[in-house]
């Protein structure tokens, strides 16, 4: 996890900085036709920008899901899935809370960048990938370690 962290919120912040320095709100980019964009968006909510007028509860409760997984969940993983489970999710809820801290229009007010979008289904970016991606392997993880 002391890699995997860090590496992947890097990943996701300079994503999102190549995003906002090189896309256009309103233009998008096509990468793979007719299935992939690059099309850059400022949300204030949550996923699919639903709740857009709860960004300071979002904010909020982005900061206590990740101390939260700090002091309680990532001290105690014992088992390499749920490390990369936990990790994962680490780094992607650290991610988009780095967007509600640090961007416009101020402190817990601020929007997540969101850049990649797929046809007919939503617009997303790394952290958001870390976030689903880690609730796959933690429910993967549930199933196995229910078995023992």
Request: net charge positive.
């Amino acid at each position: 996890m002391a890699v995997m962290v860090p590496l992947l919120y890097a990943l996701d912040q300079f994503t999102k900085h190549l995003a906002v320095d090189r896309l256009t709100v309103g233009q998008p980019v096509e990468v793979i036709p007719g299935l992939l964009w690059f099309s850059l968006h400022f949300n204030p909510g949550a996923a699919f920008s639903m709740g857009t007028q709860f960004t300071v509860v979002l904010s909020v409760l982005a900061l206590g899901v990740l101390a939260g997984l700090l002091a309680f969940a990532a001290p105690r993983v014992r088992s390499w899935l749920a490390a990369v489970g936990i990790g994962w999710l680490i780094a992607g809820v650290a991610g988009n809370l780095t967007d509600r801290l640090f961007r416009d229009p101020g402190p817990f007010l601020g929007h997540v960048v969101d850049f990649i979008a797929i046809r007919g289904f939503a617009i997303f970016n790394v952290a958001d990938m870390c976030i689903t991606g880690a609730a796959i392997l933690l429910i993967i993880w549930s199933f196995r370690s229910e078995r023992r």
